[in-house]
């Protein structure tokens, strides 16, 4: 009986991983056509970055080929080309993009959001094993109105010394994003959509927001949802972070949850993102790209890939391309669960190059 008990715990972890395994996947006839997405290598660290995208894709042989754009943040406007390539492919993978502070020149990033409709940003902030963290367990999704609120742009000076900076909400954008915001939940199985305001202050305007994410949760009664201010869900982010799951705000609030959330959970260089609206989809690094300009990580070409890496694979899913985005997504927490291969961020001294040899050695 002794001798026998090994031999029936092998067997029943082998039918317990041969129920695991799941369905075959049975693609439409012609699926497997390579796919074009637009590529916009960006400032700074950005060529560095996407250039460790192409080599991945290129080593495993991924069914997308990439048409290259340059576009940098000192440019005026983005170039027509462009804004005609990503209308064609439908799909586009970014680095960063160099934003003056102050002055009159506008983010070549809200351009790209206003003039495609990417209405929806969205940052996954997650635990990756083997990278430790102050907190565990944490797994939120930041979703992200992207083009109105305080980033419409509608800023004058009414007299020398005096700027007015109008803050705009419309029912529209605040239902489509509410709207958003539990489909993806429902898709995802998710369990929680919590709206973050400061309606207690601005009663109109985040009112307006609120009365659109309650009437959207109505719809989905099988998902919990509640509401919180956002000086309140900054302190509970830091605190307790795990008791978020996905989160959906306004487009200022969403810029400083997703970063706070980004910070919590292993930093900027590791956190995925992208911008999506009715037709077209952005794909970028989820949190800050504020090392986009970093002179000292560029000369020692030692920028993290693993950010944008992690979004190529939110892309190929987007692209219907499942098994590619696993493959990719499973090499990359393998190089950061081994340990051996990081970039200073993170704690080790590896360069760009060295963590995508790695993780290409680890693709299946």
Known sequence: MRRSRPLLRHLLSGAAARSRRSITYMPRPGDGAPRPVTLIPGDGIGPLVTGAVRQVMEAMHAPVYFETYEVHGHMT????EVID????NKVCLKGGLATPVGGGVSSLNMQLRKELDLYASLVHCF???????????????VIR?????????????????????????TKFCSERIAKYAFEY???????????VHKANIMKLADGLFLESCREVATKYPGIKYNEIIVDNCCMQLVSKPEQFDVMVTPNLYGNLVANTAAGIAGGTGVMPGGNVGQDHAVFEQGASAGNVGNEKLLEQKKANPVALLLSSSMMLRHLQFPLFADRLETAVKRV???????????????TTQEVVDAVIAKLE
């Open 85 to 88: 390539s990503i209308r064609r």
């Open 145 to 169: 109105e992207n083009t109105e609120g305080e980033y419409s742009g509608l800023e004058h000076e009414v007299v020398p010394g005096v700027v007015e900076s109008l803050k705009v909400m």
């Open 77 to 80: 406007t983005v170039p027509p």
């Open 336 to 350: 950061i669960a081994e340990g051996k291969y990081r970039t200073k961020d993170l704690g080790g001294s590896s």
């Open 185 to 195: 939940a429902y898709l995802n199985n998710r369990k929680k959509v919590t709206a």
């Open 127 to 141: 635990n990756l094993p083997g990278l430790p963290t102050r907190h565990e367990k944490v797994n939120i999704v």
